[in-house]
């Protein structure tokens, strides 16, 4: 295992390499090992491993020129081309607009062993064995059949800039996703586990298929459900993934291309009093937990929205000049659409506020109401309105009184902003969410909004 | 490129000597650049090369896989000793059967006259440039231009050697509009596959023109019409839509690896797992839908699959009956067909799984006149915005863009506001009654599948497609 040191060394040399060609540049290099243990059918498909060691350069040069590249590495001759590689690309490339430096404040950030998994290898060994004890469980809880991955990863990086910013950094990482089937196709359930040290969380991951199991159980009989408009509860995996893009997208980037519903809405209210999300990425646990950013810019908390009001978006040095406000400490290397990345400003963890319900009371209702266990498939009809649909899989239920009906076969046909706003309550139970449909980390608890439009298949 | 070979083959020997019953390499370099602008005004650029080596290894009847992204010869010593003893440790219940052996040696390429390789940076911006003014005017539009060279060379202990290259300009745009019919957005992947003639060939710049003067129409003058939702209407869908339709709904269903269940947690099963396949009708006497990888300069395209297999056309459905689903090496051992020739990696780093390529509505014998002929009202949808579709391929959901009025059996100039098309895949494709004869696959899009995720470049297309009696989700 390459050590701090030597990624160090390699950071080091991008930057001396990179020297006065150059009126800016940042390297950041990085290895990590993941491992995932792939199921389905009650029955571990394949084991992978994955290795990385690579370089991310970013430089901007005289005029307004930016360009970024990345590429893996073994030696400092490869470091080496891979500056001159970034430099040639930048050299004949127009200005950018949007470019307004980065960093300028030489800090110094040591590695943070909180949330760092020491018994990660060990975990490895025995993770073959928890995936069958997690397969088991959903099987004692009432599936008949289960699929799902368990994922965890160990991460090193060490950032230089021409600045003299100097970042170490350590992280470990798991994600678990259960699904639980009846031999029927939809009758199913899920059940998730997400965090930072998987040596410690065996207990939760094997949580996750009881719970898998358990809603595949409730989920027979499933019904076609009616269309129309309802009160909606969703488990914190739907919230995560409905609700937590209102949050995720205060990005002054996804303003500018079209792709956020926030643009003009600083100061407005756009949710109850009650509801505060931020982005976090000093929140312990969190799986984008990190102390400084890829401009070497300490992390910070941001509110984004406090008491249901929208307060402000995250940004980078750049787009902070842009808004006439400080950079958030929110900049890395990110894809805007295809696989190029740029430095922008982008989410770390949204954290919610934890509601004062309990899951139990939440449920207490007196209008017909559809519960949502799991969905995908979010797609947009325009992103700026926040029109959207999105469709339920795995357990859900109409909750009529103390009667509870599992049902199927139903689309949320809605509108992301005016759901935020109709938050009617939130439970107790805030967990972190990571998965295939929620790609930024979101702590958020069950949440219940009123009158929401289901629509379903017309033939 | 040799090193990388050599050192894939040893990855491949050695795993044979650590007692695996079967081993393969995959040895890719891939070369991404991106150049991204915002209303005409660059954001930012960036070169990204790879090179790394994904390797299988099947131990006991459980597979193990593992990627390096660098040729170092200790690391990959040590990666395949990890794929081996994970593989070995993990004793599946059933073990995984790879089917009889394939030892196929090959060089396939894609049709590249003027390689992206020799594309510089300026000539990108000329482009972005006539591109960029034909967008002028929206208070929105964003524009990505990717050239990407992938080669590849895979090596199996049966004896299979095949390298193949490809070269695409990824090409994305995303409009964003107001007018008086209210606001739109309008998402658009243009990739062409090929080298810089194809800019040429396939006329981007012009259809670039064509679609944002149609969009800028869609804001002025859309309209929409309550009665057709107030009764059944009939509906003819353009080759985008039956691209997508012909994506969604059936090939996805089709892919052997859901159908058995292997992406349940992710992807998702499939409708056709409780299908008699060869006999199931799934869709009327007209449907016929195709699935081919050879067809030059398409985003799909490949003569040779990522575990070595012949590539060859598909018909998934058959004049309306389920006839064939897409299979790898191991589905098609599960299936006792053999593989057809589906399997796909987004890169060295992923495993080779089932994938489409290039997906679409078989021609018909109708002309574009003669479809609209007896529709009394209904909806020609040309293009869509929003979609979507449940996990099994079952309810899906598309929503139009540009989509005009028929009436009294003549497509009119009046442009509908957002039709839905919200329907179950045996409901809509039961409800086809006539296909038309012209043959369009440029549909590009990036299908995403597996996880960690592998987005591929895939087609989709065909030709118009009527469908009777469709009661629509909504308008407006």
Same mark, same amino acid.
């Given at each position: 295992?390459?050590?701090?040191?030597?990624?160090?060394?390699?950071?080091?040399?991008?930057?001396?390499?990179?020297?006065?060609?150059?009126?800016?540049?940042?390297?950041?290099?990085?290895?990590?090992?993941?491992?995932?243990?792939?199921?389905?059918?009650?029955?571990?498909?394949?084991?992978?491993?994955?290795?990385?060691?690579?370089?991310?350069?970013?430089?901007?040069?005289?005029?307004?020129?930016?360009?970024?590249?990345?590429?893996?590495?073994?030696?400092?001759?490869?470091?080496?081309?891979?500056?001159?590689?970034?430099?040639?690309?930048?050299?004949?490339?127009?200005?950018?607009?949007?470019?307004?430096?980065?960093?300028?404040?030489?800090?110094?950030?040591?590695?943070?062993?909180?949330?760092?998994?020491?018994?990660?290898?060990?975990?490895?060994?025995?993770?073959?064995?928890?995936?069958?004890?997690?397969?088991?469980?959903?099987?004692?809880?009432?599936?008949?059949?289960?699929?799902?991955?368990?994922?965890?990863?160990?991460?090193?990086?060490?950032?230089?800039?021409?600045?003299?910013?100097?970042?170490?950094?350590?992280?470990?990482?798991?994600?678990?996703?259960?699904?639980?089937?009846?031999?029927?196709?939809?009758?199913?359930?899920?059940?998730?586990?997400?965090?930072?040290?998987?040596?410690?969380?065996?207990?939760?991951?094997?949580?996750?298929?009881?719970?898998?199991?358990?809603?595949?159980?409730?989920?027979?009989?499933?019904?076609?459900?009616?269309?129309?408009?309802?009160?909606?509860?969703?488990?914190?995996?739907?919230?995560?993934?409905?609700?937590?893009?209102?949050?995720?997208?205060?990005?002054?980037?996804?303003?500018?291309?079209?792709?956020?519903?926030?643009?003009?809405?600083?100061?407005?209210?756009?949710?109850?009093?009650?509801?505060?999300?931020?982005?976090?990425?000093?929140?312990?646990?969190?799986?984008?937990?990190?102390?400084?950013?890829?401009?070497?810019?300490?992390?910070?908390?941001?509110?984004?929205?406090?008491?249901?009001?929208?307060?402000?978006?995250?940004?980078?040095?750049?787009?902070?000049?842009?808004?006439?406000?400080?950079?958030?400490?929110?900049?890395?290397?990110?894809?805007?659409?295809?696989?190029?990345?740029?430095?922008?400003?982008?989410?770390?963890?949204?954290?919610?506020?934890?509601?004062?319900?309990?899951?139990?009371?939440?449920?207490?209702?007196?209008?017909?109401?559809?519960?949502?266990?799991?969905?995908?498939?979010?797609?947009?009809?325009?992103?700026?309105?926040?029109?959207?649909?999105?469709?339920?899989?795995?357990?859900?239920?109409?909750?009529?009184?103390?009667?509870?009906?599992?049902?199927?076969?139903?689309?949320?046909?809605?509108?992301?902003?005016?759901?935020?706003?109709?938050?009617?309550?939130?439970?107790?139970?805030?967990?972190?969410?990571?998965?295939?449909?929620?790609?930024?980390?979101?702590?958020?608890?069950?949440?219940?909004?009123?009158?929401?439009?289901?629509?379903?298949?017309?033939? | 490129?040799?090193?990388?070979?050599?050192?894939?083959?040893?990855?491949?020997?050695?795993?044979?000597?650590?007692?695996?019953?079967?081993?393969?390499?995959?040895?890719?370099?891939?070369?991404?650049?991106?150049?991204?602008?915002?209303?005409?005004?660059?954001?930012? %650029?960036?070169?990204?090369?790879?090179?790394?080596?994904?390797?299988?290894?099947?131990?006991?009847?459980?597979?193990?896989?593992?990627?390096?992204?660098?040729?170092?010869?200790?690391?990959?010593?040590?990666?395949?000793?990890?794929?081996?003893?994970?593989?070995?440790?993990?004793?599946?219940?059933?073990?995984?059967?790879?089917?009889?052996?394939?030892?196929?040696?090959?060089?396939?390429?894609?049709?590249?006259?003027?390689?992206?390789?020799?594309?510089?940076?300026?000539?990108?911006?000329?482009?972005?440039?006539?591109?960029?003014?034909?967008?002028?005017?929206?208070?929105?539009?964003?524009?990505?231009?990717?050239?990407?060279?992938?080669?590849?060379?895979?090596?199996?202990?049966?004896?299979?050697?095949?390298?193949?290259?490809?070269?695409?300009?990824?090409? +994305?745009?995303?409009?964003?509009?107001?007018?008086?019919?209210?606001?739109?957005?309008?998402?658009?992947?243009?990739?062409?596959?090929?080298?810089?003639?194809?800019?040429?060939?396939?006329?981007?710049?012009?259809?670039?023109?064509?679609?944002?003067?149609?969009?800028?129409?869609?804001?002025?003058?859309?309209?929409?019409?309550?009665?057709?939702?107030?009764?059944?209407?009939?509906?003819?869908?353009?080759?985008?839509?039956?691209?997508?339709?012909?994506?969604?709904?059936?090939?996805?269903?089709?892919?052997?690896?859901?159908?058995?269940?292997?992406?349940?947690?992710?992807?998702?099963?499939?409708?056709?797992?409780?299908?008699?396949?060869?006999?199931?009708?799934?869709?009327?006497?007209?449907?016929?839908?195709?699935?081919?990888?050879?067809?030059?300069?398409?985003?799909?395209?490949?003569?040779?699959?990522?575990?070595?297999?012949?590539?060859?056309?598909?018909?998934?459905?058959?004049?309306?009956?389920?006839?064939?689903?897409?299979?790898?090496?191991?589905?098609?051992?599960?299936?006792?067909?053999?593989?057809?020739?589906?399997?796909?990696?987004?890169?060295?780093?992923?495993?080779?799984?089932?994938?489409?390529?290039?997906?679409?509505?078989?021609?018909?014998?109708?002309?574009?006149?003669?479809?609209?002929?007896?529709?009394?009202?209904?909806? +020609?949808?040309?293009?869509?915005?929003?979609?979507?579709?449940?996990?099994?391929?079952?309810?899906?959901?598309?929503?139009?863009?540009?989509?005009?009025?028929?009436?009294?059996?003549?497509?009119?100039?009046?442009?509908?506001?957002?039709?839905?098309?919200?329907?179950?895949?045996?409901?809509?494709?039961?409800?086809?009654?006539?296909?038309?004869?012209?043959?369009?696959?440029?549909?590009?899009?990036?299908?995403?599948?597996?996880?960690?995720?592998?987005?591929?470049?895939? +087609?989709?297309? %065909?030709?118009?497609?009527?469908?009777?009696?469709?009661?629509?989700?909504?308008?407006?």
């Amino acid at each position: 295992m390459t050590g701090l040191d030597t990624l160090m060394r390699y950071a080091d040399r991008a930057v001396e390499h990179a020297g006065d060609r150059v009126n800016c540049v940042i390297a950041r290099c990085t290895q990590g090992t993941e491992w995932q243990i792939r199921f389905s059918q009650n029955n571990v498909d394949i084991s992978k491993v994955w290795e990385r060691l690579g370089i991310e350069v970013f430089v901007a040069l005289e005029g307004g020129r930016t360009g970024f590249g990345e590429r893996s590495v073994t030696s400092e001759e490869d470091v080496v081309a891979a500056v001159d590689s970034v430099v040639a690309f930048t050299e004949r490339m127009p200005q950018s607009v949007f470019y307004a430096g980065v960093e300028q404040r030489a800090t110094r950030y040591e590695a943070s062993t909180e949330d760092y998994d020491n018994r990660i290898e060990e975990f490895g060994e025995r993770a073959p064995e928890l995936v069958n004890a997690c397969i088991d469980a959903a099987i004692e809880s009432g599936a008949t059949r289960v699929a799902g991955a368990l994922k965890f990863s160990r991460r090193l990086s060490c950032l230089r800039t021409g600045h003299g910013v100097e970042g170490r950094a350590m992280s470990t990482a798991y994600d678990l996703n259960v699904r639980a089937f009846q031999e029927q196709l939809d009758w199913s359930g899920q059940g998730l586990a997400c965090g930072t040290v998987p040596s410690a969380a065996e207990e939760e991951m094997l949580a996750a298929g009881h719970r898998a199991g358990e809603l595949a159980k409730k989920a027979v009989g499933a019904v076609q459900g009616k269309p129309g408009v309802y009160d909606l509860i969703m488990s914190p995996t739907v919230a995560a993934n409905v609700l937590g893009y209102i949050p995720a997208s205060a990005n002054p980037i996804m303003v500018l291309i079209g792709v956020s519903p926030l643009g003009d809405k600083i100061g407005e209210q756009i949710a109850p009093e009650w509801v505060s999300a931020a982005d976090d990425p000093t929140v312990p646990g969190g799986l984008m937990r990190r102390t400084f950013d890829f401009e070497g810019t300490p992390a910070q908390r941001v509110d984004i929205v406090k008491d249901g009001v929208l307060k402000q978006f995250i940004h980078n040095t750049s787009t902070a000049a842009m808004y006439e406000v400080e950079s958030t400490g929110s900049s890395e290397p990110t894809a805007l659409g295809g696989q190029i990345k740029m430095l922008l400003p982008a989410p770390s963890n949204i954290v919610f506020n934890n509601g004062d319900t309990s899951v139990e009371e939440l449920f207490y209702v007196d209008r017909p109401t559809i519960y949502v266990t799991s969905n995908w498939y979010t797609r947009w009809q325009d992103y700026r309105e926040g029109t959207f649909s999105t469709i339920p899989r795995d357990a859900m239920f109409l909750i009529e009184g103390d009667r509870w009906t599992p049902i199927k076969n139903l689309r949320i046909s809605d509108n992301s902003l005016r759901m935020f706003r109709n938050i009617d309550a939130m439970a107790d139970d805030r967990t972190q969410v990571y998965w295939w449909e929620v790609d930024v980390p979101t702590f958020i608890s069950t949440v219940r909004v009123t009158d929401c439009r289901f629509t379903a298949a017309t033939q | 490129m040799e090193h990388g070979k050599e050192l894939a083959e040893s990855c491949m020997q050695y795993a044979l000597e650590l007692g695996a019953d079967y081993a393969d390499a995959r040895f890719v370099t891939t070369t991404i650049e991106g150049h991204v602008y915002r209303n005409g005004a660059p954001v930012s %650029g960036g070169r990204t090369p790879s090179a790394g080596i994904g390797m299988r290894v099947l131990v006991e009847g459980s597979m193990g896989f593992a990627s390096i992204d660098r040729l170092d010869r200790g690391l990959a010593r040590s990666a395949v000793e990890t794929a081996v003893k994970m593989a070995r440790t993990t004793r599946r219940r059933e073990p995984v059967d790879m089917g009889g052996p394939v030892s196929n040696r090959a060089s396939w390429s894609m049709d590249v006259r003027d390689s992206l390789r020799g594309v510089d940076i300026d000539t990108i911006a000329g482009l972005a440039g006539e591109m960029n003014r034909q967008m002028e005017g929206l208070p929105s539009y964003t524009l990505i231009l990717s050239p990407v060279v992938c080669d590849k060379y895979l090596v199996t202990s049966e004896g299979t050697e095949v390298t193949g290259h490809t070269e695409q300009l990824q090409t +994305y745009v995303l409009l964003t509009g107001h007018g008086k019919a209210g606001s739109e957005q309008r998402f658009m992947d243009l990739t062409t596959a090929g080298g810089w003639e194809r800019v040429k060939d396939t006329g981007l710049v012009e259809r670039v023109a064509d679609e944002v003067q149609r969009f800028k129409r869609v804001l002025e003058v859309a309209v929409a019409p309550k009665e057709l939702v107030q009764q059944p209407v009939d509906m003819v869908v353009g080759p985008e839509v039956a691209g997508i339709i012909a994506h969604e709904n059936v090939g996805h269903p089709s892919e052997g690896d859901r159908i058995m269940g292997r992406e349940g947690a992710q992807a998702g099963e499939s409708f056709w797992r409780d299908l008699k396949i060869g006999e199931a009708r799934v869709g009327s006497q007209q449907v016929t839908v195709c699935e081919d990888p050879t067809i030059p300069n398409t985003g799909g395209f490949y003569l040779y699959d990522d575990e070595g297999v012949r590539a060859r056309r598909r018909f998934l459905i058959k004049e309306g009956v389920a006839n064939e689903p897409l299979l790898n090496r191991e589905f098609g051992a599960r299936f006792g067909t053999g593989s057809n020739g589906a399997a796909r990696a987004a890169g060295f780093d992923r495993e080779p799984i089932i994938r489409m390529s290039n997906t679409f509505f078989a021609a018909g014998d109708h002309t574009f006149e003669e479809l609209f002929e007896g529709i009394s009202l209904g909806v +020609y949808m040309r293009s869509f915005s929003e979609w979507n579709i449940d996990d099994r391929r079952y309810q899906s959901k598309y929503t139009g863009c540009e989509a005009y009025l028929i009436r009294d059996g003549a497509l009119t100039d009046t442009l509908v506001k957002r039709p839905i098309l919200e329907s179950t895949s045996v409901g809509l494709l039961s409800a086809v009654d006539a296909v038309s004869k012209d043959e369009v696959l440029d549909f590009a899009a990036t299908c995403g599948k597996g996880d960690p995720m592998q987005p591929v470049p895939v +087609y989709a297309g %065909g030709g118009h497609v009527r469908i009777r009696g469709i009661r629509l989700g909504g308008v407006g």
